[in-house]
């Protein structure tokens, strides 16, 4: 099979220009990145496929026994099962999705739990000001400033163009926080805590920008010292 021939057997690949938002139906939120006169961000390229990187590699999730919890600074702290968590009030939101190692994908579908839906059930105290998602790939973790988290577009999505998310781009169930770099948008989520003080993840120990927006100064903000 010719290398051309293998990409278009992905079911990832996209073949033509990515849709306007005017033209999404299947979609109940709009993200604002995508109504920009230009979607890709300082120093992206467009990527067709959808590329697969980790620090880890995808760990094995046992769905009969995967729950998602809350905790820190809320008045109800939640633990749910993924029968439980699927059932809870979904969206489908249209977003645009950068990678800090420099592409960009876009034109997704994300289908899943608002993050405010699970804010509101929880009951976020007024201290709280970063979130720190956690994960089941080897202690993973990455954080978030609470107005990011709490965007309309950002959510905990278990579908992604229709489909089921495939394990290795982070299924059962992964946060996607569409206005920050896709290393925020953990894969293999299992919960979150709500915290007063920042504090860095994974990605962010290691010199990655504690907030990490693509369209931040210059070439965004990739790093600490960017």
């Known amino acids: 099979m010719s290398f051309l021939g293998s990409l278009f057997k992905d079911p990832k690949y996209q073949p033509g220009d990515p ?8 979609a109940d939120i ?9 979607r890709i961000p300082p120093g992206q390229t467009r990527t067709r496929k959808w590329p697969v990187l980790d620090a880890h590699g995808t760990p094995e999730i046992d769905l009969a026994t995967w729950s998602f919890e809350v905790d820190g600074l809320v008045e109800h702290p939640q633990k ?7 059932q809870l009030p979904a969206v489908k939101v249209y977003a645009d999705f950068h990678c800090v190692t420099r592409w960009s ?16 059930i929880v009951g976020i105290k007024p201290e709280a000001r970063f979130v720190l998602a956690l ?15 709490l965007n309309e577009d950002s959510l905990f999505a278990w579908s992604h163009d229709g489909g089921p998310i495939p394990p290795e781009h982070g299924g ?8 920050l770099y896709a290393w925020k948008s953990a894969k ?8 007063e003080q920042d504090q860095a993840g994974y990605w962010e120990e290691g010199g990655y920008h504690m907030r990490g927006n693509p369209w931040g100064p210059g070439d965004g903000e990739r790093f600490r010292w960017s």
Request: zero cysteines; hydrophobic letters at 40%; a negative charge.
């Open 30 to 38: 709009i993200s604002p990145n995508t109504q920009l006169p230009n």
């Open 172 to 179: 059962p169930v992964r946060l996607i926080i569409p206005q």
């Open 135 to 149: 994960a089941y790939d080897s202690g993973w973790s990455t954080n978030v400033p609470i107005e990011y988290f």
């Open 188 to 195: 293999w989520v299992k919960g979150v805590r709500f915290l």
């Open 80 to 86: 749910w099962s993924l029968d439980e968590f699927m």
């Open 19 to 26: 849709r306007k938002p005017e033209e999404i139906a299947d």
């Open 105 to 120: 994908r876009l034109d997704n579908v994300w289908g899943g739990v608002p993050t405010r839906e699970v804010a509101k």
